[in-house]
């Protein structure tokens, strides 16, 4: 509230004015509050830095207190929507930056219920009237899926991608047409975008790691059979930064949907961190050396030393050469 205060008064008093309505009878205890705190330490309290103070804590007070958040989110006084909107806006912002930060880790579920009731409410508010809907249909059916996986990522998370569209991660790589996949487009469904960008298990990626996916997978360590369905193939990846070795899991000759339609496409299933990715790579070497397949391709000497920094111990594979078809 204070950045906002100095670099945007005008939104700054537009939230300052709703937060205060909203609070009711709290701002005049949050007054007090500021005036007793700032008497013990000998400060003199002008009027404008106690209102500055309390609009500091009500605005606190939307991401600590889920009652006062689901106040805001309940307004349905029409005078209030611009200034609901405006609100709603920032508070997504931050919840997005605050979520994004885990970077790997897993987000605590409060975090992610007060986050998904603020998209939902951010949805529901910039949802299009009874006149708008057809023309906004027709907009999605015209959705330009010549954008970056990136930028259809942000679009989906803000609520402006087609609901019933699947994202385009690009064409299928070179590396995956030379071991048999066809040229389809590479797809992935809004339900793993969710989970992966709210990585709601601590295995998936955040949505700023995501977004390099699909030119990991032009350069993938290894692409081998994947171990429980048939029919599908795991490319492990490395994503750089990241620092842990990432599964991508691709069913081959899969569907899509663009512009409400269905679509052939190689279809991305899950994209994760896995402990045992190299494991797997060890499993698929050794069915290989056995003659019974399994691996279709990796880069001989990057997979020796990340298994070497991993203390996973490969079977002898002189004979294996870097891309194996």
Do not use: C
Not at 38 to 53: D, M, Q
């Amino acid at each position: 509230m204070h950045e906002l205060e100095i670099h945007a008064p005008e939104v700054y008093t537009e939230i300052s004015q709703y937060l205060r309505e909203q609070a009711g009878d709290d701002v005049a205890k949050l007054e007090k509050k500021v005036e007793r705190l700032y008497k013990r330490r000998g400060i003199e309290l002008t009027e404008k830095t106690r209102n500055s103070e309390v609009d500091a804590r009500l605005a606190e007070k939307v991401f600590s207190d889920s009652s006062f958040l689901d106040r805001i989110i309940n307004d349905a006084d029409p005078a209030h929507v611009e200034a609901k909107r405006t609100l709603l806006t920032k508070i997504k912002e931050i919840f997005d930056k605050v979520i994004e930060a885990f970077k790997g880790e897993r987000v605590p579920k409060e975090l992610r219920e007060m986050r998904d009731k603020v998209t939902e409410a951010f949805k529901s508010i910039n949802a299009p009237t009874s006149t708008q809907t057809a023309e906004t249909q027709a907009s999605f059916k015209e959705y330009d899926f010549s954008k970056s996986f990136a930028e259809q990522l942000d679009d989906f998370d803000n609520g402006a991608f087609p609901k019933s569209d699947t994202l385009v991660m690009g064409g299928t790589p070179k590396v995956l047409q030379d071991i048999g996949l066809s040229a389809l487009p590479m797809t992935y469904t809004q339900k793993h975008a969710r989970e992966a960008i709210d990585n709601v298990d601590g295995d998936h990626l955040g949505k700023a790691l995501l977004k390099h996916v699909p030119d990991a997978l032009k350069d993938p360590i290894a692409v081998i059979d994947s171990s429980s369905q048939p029919g599908r193939l795991v490319a492990i990846i490395e994503l750089s930064g990241h620092g842990k070795s990432t599964l991508a899991a691709v069913e081959i000759d899969g569907k899509g949907r663009m512009h409400g339609e269905l679509i052939d496409s190689n279809a991305v299933l899950s994209v994760y961190d896995k402990k045992n990715a190299l494991k797997q790579l060890q499993n698929a070497l050794y069915s290989e050396t056995q003659e019974n397949g399994g691996l279709y391709y990796w880069q001989k000497n990057k997979a020796i030393a990340l298994a070497r920094i991993s203390g996973v111990q490969f079977p002898k594979v002189s004979k294996i050469g870097r891309a194996h078809v």
